[in-house]
Structures are given as structure tokens and as C-alpha cells.
């Protein structure tokens, strides 16, 4: 059993829960019903919406003494990586579009106006991982996997 971050925000209108990146859910405490979504630019634009503003409303309810396992938004781990940790990275070469998977040290990592970079040392030099929507980047980020 791995272990994870937990957040909890109460709110009187829009639940949502994420699952992986791979599911979506939004409920309304008013309405009889939920939508889950599968759809992949739908889950995305829920997790944007989570990490990057109800994240910073919410409450820290369980956070494990190491951060280890995948993650599927460059924002669930920024804030958290070390210098000298090890990150896999699966996602898609910014100029080509070519899938990629970039193994690598952290070298920095750069937040600058709502933009998150991490600089990996991987042994074929220095790469630019940004999250989902890289532009500046040399690696656009899908999948972040700390691994030591």
C-alpha cells in the first residue's frame, strides 16, 4: 500500500475527486446526481483547477514522511522535491513530440509566474521538464515518478 498526500477543503458547492490522472469526479451537495469523467482533457482541467488554486485553500490532512510513487502534475511535487533526488519522467519532447522517458538528478527547480520547471541531470546532460502544456521547456511532463 502506497502512501499519499490527503487534502481535505469544505466547500458548499463543488466537490471534486481525483484519481490519478486518469478519473475525474464533480459533485454538487444541491443536485441529485455526480459526473465522472474518463476524458482526459476533462481530467486535466480539473487537475489544473486543483493544483493550482484550491490546493492552496485546502487542509493538509496526512502527508507521509518520505514523498515517494507517481504523480500527475508537475504542481503535486514541486514544492516538495529536493535537490539530489532521483525523478523519472514520462511525457513527450517539447520541439518533436516524440514520447519520451528522461531518468535523472534534480538539479533545481524554477517557479516563475505560474510557470513550474525541474532541471534534471540525466547522463545525457542537462533537461527542462515542465508539467502538462510545455512550451519553454525541453520535456513536457505527464507522468513524475520519484524514485530515491
Same mark, same amino acid.
Given at each position: 500500500? &502506497?502512501? @499519499?498526500?490527503?487534502?481535505?477543503?469544505?466547500?458548499?458547492?463543488? $466537490?471534486?475527486?481525483?484519481?490519478?490522472?486518469?478519473? /475525474?469526479?464533480?459533485?454538487? +451537495?444541491?443536485? $441529485?446526481?455526480? @459526473?465522472?469523467?474518463?476524458? +482526459? @482533457?476533462?481530467?486535466?482541467?480539473?487537475?489544473?483547477?486543483?493544483?493550482?488554486?484550491?490546493?492552496?485553500?485546502?487542509?493538509?490532512?496526512?502527508? +507521509?514522511?518520505?514523498?515517494?510513487?507517481?504523480?500527475?502534475?508537475?504542481?503535486?511535487?514541486?514544492?516538495?522535491?529536493?535537490? /539530489?533526488?532521483?525523478?523519472?519522467?514520462?511525457?513527450?519532447?517539447?520541439?518533436? /513530440?516524440?514520447?519520451?522517458?528522461?531518468? *535523472?538528478?534534480? &538539479? $533545481? &527547480?524554477?517557479?516563475?509566474? /505560474?510557470?513550474?520547471?525541474?532541471?534534471?541531470?540525466? $547522463?545525457? *546532460?542537462?533537461? &527542462?521538464?515542465?508539467?502538462? *502544456?510545455?512550451?519553454?521547456?525541453?520535456?513536457? *511532463?505527464?507522468?513524475?515518478?520519484?524514485?530515491?
Amino acid at each position: 500500500e &502506497k502512501e @499519499i498526500e490527503l487534502y481535505i477543503r469544505k466547500a458548499s458547492s463543488l $466537490n471534486i475527486a481525483l484519481i490519478d490522472s486518469s478519473t /475525474g469526479v464533480l459533485s454538487d +451537495p444541491h443536485v $441529485n446526481y455526480s @459526473i465522472l469523467t474518463t476524458e +482526459p @482533457i476533462f481530467v486535466r482541467a480539473l487537475m489544473d483547477l486543483f493544483y493550482s488554486s484550491l490546493i492552496n485553500t485546502s487542509t493538509l490532512v496526512y502527508r +507521509p514522511a518520505i514523498l515517494r510513487g507517481k504523480f500527475a502534475s508537475i504542481w503535486s511535487i514541486i514544492h516538495k522535491l529536493q535537490k /539530489g533526488e532521483k525523478l523519472r519522467v514520462k511525457g513527450f519532447e517539447v520541439k518533436t /513530440g516524440r514520447e519520451v522517458v528522461v531518468e *535523472g538528478v534534480v &538539479k $533545481n &527547480k524554477v517557479i516563475d509566474n /505560474g510557470i513550474a520547471s525541474i532541471i534534471l541531470q540525466t $547522463n545525457n *546532460g542537462v533537461v &527542462k521538464v515542465g508539467g502538462i *502544456g510545455a512550451m519553454l521547456e525541453d520535456i513536457e *511532463g505527464l507522468v513524475f515518478e520519484i524514485i530515491s
